[in-house]
């Protein structure tokens, strides 16, 4: 059971669907935030109930293994995070905490947002999932039938909570 997860936003494309992920979580879940730059300043005007870290914070809680996260989601996740954490470049608190999450073994999720991946992203991603990482890029389904953004948006999200293991019914599921 998840009690503590931190959500990251590396790269700028595909921000909101980070920031909806960490919205649609339940609220009993102890939400760890952790941005780029570039859209940390916009979420501090929309949310308040949220921990956000600095993403220059090396030694925040959430960089500890010992702080006991449970999971953690990259959404989005640019090609420059995949390729650091393939080489174990723990730089920022993003890939810090990733690395964290690889060493206890914990649950990581990282969905790329760009395309067409190139044979080093590709192999990059091979690499992380073959350790355990799982690679989700936010990729819809056509069987649940979506009509708008929102339900698109809702079915990836919901599909990562299913990894997670976090009980959802944001997507009609196959019948």
Not at 51 to 75: C, L, P, Q, R
Not at 86 to 114: F, H, Y
Not at 137 to 150: C, G, I, R
Request: aromatic share 6%; net charge neutral; with cysteine.
């Amino acid at each position: 059971m998840i009690k503590k997860i931190i959500v990251a936003t590396s790269g700028a494309s595909g921000v909101n669907l980070g920031i909806k992920t960490l919205e649609l979580l339940p609220k009993n879940i102890e939400r760890h935030l952790i941005m780029s730059e570039n859209s940390k300043i916009v979420l501090k005007k929309e949310m308040d109930d949220v921990i956000i870290h600095n993403n220059k914070d090396i030694s925040a809680t959430i960089a500890s293994g010992s702080f006991g996260v449970d999971a953690m989601i990259i959404v989005p996740c640019s090609m420059n995070t995949v390729a650091k954490i393939a080489c174990g470049i723990a730089d920022n608190l993003i890939t810090r905490s990733a690395s964290v999450m690889i060493k206890e073994q914990k649950k990581l999720i990282l969905a790329p947002r760009e395309m067409p991946f190139s044979a080093i992203a590709l192999e990059n991603m091979q690499k992380l999932a073959s350790l355990g990482i799982v690679i989700a890029p936010p990729v819809m389904a056509y069987y649940s039938k979506q009509q708008t953004l929102e339900e698109m948006e809702n079915f990836i999200i919901g599909k990562w909570f299913d990894i997670l293991g976090i009980e959802n019914n944001l997507y009609q599921r196959w019948e």
